[in-house]
């Protein structure tokens, strides 16, 4: 037992001798007497800026902020073990999960706490606010930083907006620069937990509940909403204004739900009737739409099993046996019948009377 | 239920149940002691345990041990080096427990454990943010890697024996070998 407690002794005499061998040789030591020293609070996404100089007898940092407390609105955590613990300054509050004040001497990165910086007579002290990802990052974010060209373009076809935007930016994400500029976008959004939602736009009222603004990188889909698109150099953006309704549809058979405007013209030669219909539809196959107008247009027909078939438009009985009804789509022959015609919005479809 | 049924890689069910309860006792162990800095049983109860059980089933109480770190303070480097410097004590101890004679030498690898303990975080912030950061980041911590140092010594010259006697009859009158 005797043995233990020696051992015991000895080792809390070799703790107090490597103290005070770290105390004499490798902490970090203070200068008594007055100094003069300056010190520079700064966090960049509040605009805060504010330098103080402070005539002290105090030898390390941390004393100095402490006894300063009240002008720089300092708050703190004194933890026993890692010293001054900054947790707010000049109103603004540290999230402790993701920021921290840096603090920088002389133009060098500190390397021990607040409480451990030993105050010399013309230091220059900055406490920075940054995150967590700043640090060892620098050389990619001062490139990330530097100032790009992008354009914006911004379409909502049924208002005939179509307009474009070159803007230069540091930011580094697209919502980024949409925030920065709102007002000129007549921009109206929400940060979600999805990243930002965008209400209105150039003074349109978005309808969130049947469409939204589709991005476009360089012409390709985004594959990310606007707070996940990083910005590079010379890209082009464009939010196009779009409905929920399948792009499938859209693309391969244009079924397309919304209103359209087409122009029908009937034309029979041996009569010399031609006759041209405009008609707002919400038809997906022009078959669909001649059904719709039968009586404006004195149609009779059958449906078949090759689609529809008419016997008689416009007062004008065909003869199924020698002639037929040849279909145009924009002034180029169709390819299929009536039934597989898909309508889109300002079409112009011809049925001209043809022999065989 | 048969305790004895093999499981996997040759571990019975028991000592499963073992595994799962010792590394429980490490975090309670911890957190007993959080409130005093760098002063833990967390390096005693691994010698211990490598000593009464063997290397293996004491690295698998250290990799629970990490994770359950990761669960309470969440993910970040030095969590990410405890999977690390256990099982580095762990290994020390399996390799050192057959020369040494008497708690004094377990003693002593529990002090050299505790001083070199910022090293070895040192070393691992290294990796991550250069090795200016990890210079600092020790020269910073020497004090509290000699208190650490010193109460892991004097922790262990006073626990170790009466704890392994405990644990060891504990092992003999439930555990199955």
Redesign the interface.
């Known amino acids: 037992m005797n043995k233990k407690i020696l051992s015991i002794i000895g080792v809390i005499a070799a703790v107090i001798i490597l103290g005070a061998l770290y105390n004499t040789y490798l902490a970090p030591s203070g200068v008594e007497g007055e100094k003069e020293v300056t010190l520079q609070v700064i966090v960049e996404k509040e605009d805060i800026d504010e330098e103080f100089t402070f005539q002290t007898d105090h030898e390390f940092l941390g004393e100095l902020m402490e006894e300063e407390e009240e002008a720089l609105e300092l708050t703190y955590d004194e933890h026993s073990a890692l010293g001054m613990m900054v947790t707010g300054m000049l109103g603004y509050e540290v999230d402790g999960t993701s920021e921290y004040f840096h603090i920088i001497v002389n133009d060098e990165d500190a390397e021990y706490g607040a409480s451990s910086i030993p105050l010399m007579d013309g230091d220059e002290y900055v406490l920075e606010l940054r995150d967590f990802s700043d640090y060892g990052g620098n050389e990619e974010e001062s490139e990330e930083s530097e100032a790009k060209e992008v354009n914006l373009t911004i379409t909502i076809d049924k208002e005939d907006i179509d307009e474009i935007f070159t803007f230069q930016t540091e930011q580094e994400y697209l919502s980024e620069v949409l925030e920065e500029e709102s007002e000129n976008l007549e921009l109206e959004y929400e940060n979600t937990d999805f990243g930002m939602s965008i209400s209105e736009i150039l003074g349109y009222e978005v309808d969130g509940s049947t469409e939204y603004l589709h991005i476009l990188i360089n012409g390709e889909d985004a594959e990310t909403g606007v707070s996940g698109i990083e910005l590079m150099d010379g890209d082009e953006y464009q939010l196009e204004l779009r409905n929920f309704a399948p792009m499938e549809d859209e693309e391969e058979e244009g079924a397309v739900i919304d209103g359209k405007e087409v122009t029908l013209i009937v034309t029979i030669d041996t009569e010399d009737i031609s006759e041209e219909f405009t008609f707002q539809t919400e038809q997906e196959y022009v078959s669909g739409l001649i059904e719709e107008e039968a009586e404006v247009l004195e149609v009779e027909y059958e449906n078949t099993d090759f689609g529809m078939s008419i016997s008689e438009i416009l007062g004008y009985q065909m003869d199924g046996d020698g002639e037929y009804l040849h279909i145009l789509v924009n002034e180029e022959d169709a390819e299929t019948g009536l039934s597989g015609i898909a309508i889109k919005d300002g079409d112009i479809y011809e049925l001209q009377r043809r022999d065989f | 239920m048969n305790s004895n049924v093999e499981t996997f890689n040759g571990m019975k069910v028991q000592d499963l149940v073992l595994i799962s309860i010792l590394s429980a006792s490490i975090t309670a162990g911890k957190l007993a002691l959080s409130f005093v800095?760098?002063v833990e049983v967390v390096s005693l109860l691994f010698i211990l345990y490598t000593v009464a059980l063997g290397v293996k089933k004491t690295w698998l109480i250290s990799i629970i041990f990490a994770t359950t770190e990761i669960f309470i303070y969440g993910f970040s480097t030095w969590v990410m080096g405890y999977y690390i410097v256990w099982p580095i004590l762990i290994l020390a101890t399996g390799f050192l427990k057959d020369r040494v004679k008497s708690e004094?030498g377990f003693?002593m690898i529990s002090?050299v454990f505790g001083l070199s303990f910022g090293f070895f975080f040192a070393l691992f912030e290294s990796l991550?943010?250069?090795i200016a950061?990890g210079m600092?980041y020790w020269?910073?911590g020497?004090?509290?890697d000699?208190?650490h140092g010193?109460s892991n010594?004097?922790i262990a010259?006073?626990l170790f024996n009466p704890l392994l006697k405990v644990f060891s009859s504990q092992l003999k009158q439930y555990y199955i070998r």
Do not use: E, T
């Open positions: 800095p760098n004094y003693a002090g991550f943010y250069g950061y600092a020269a910073r020497i004090p509290l000699i208190l010193a010594y004097i010259i006073i």
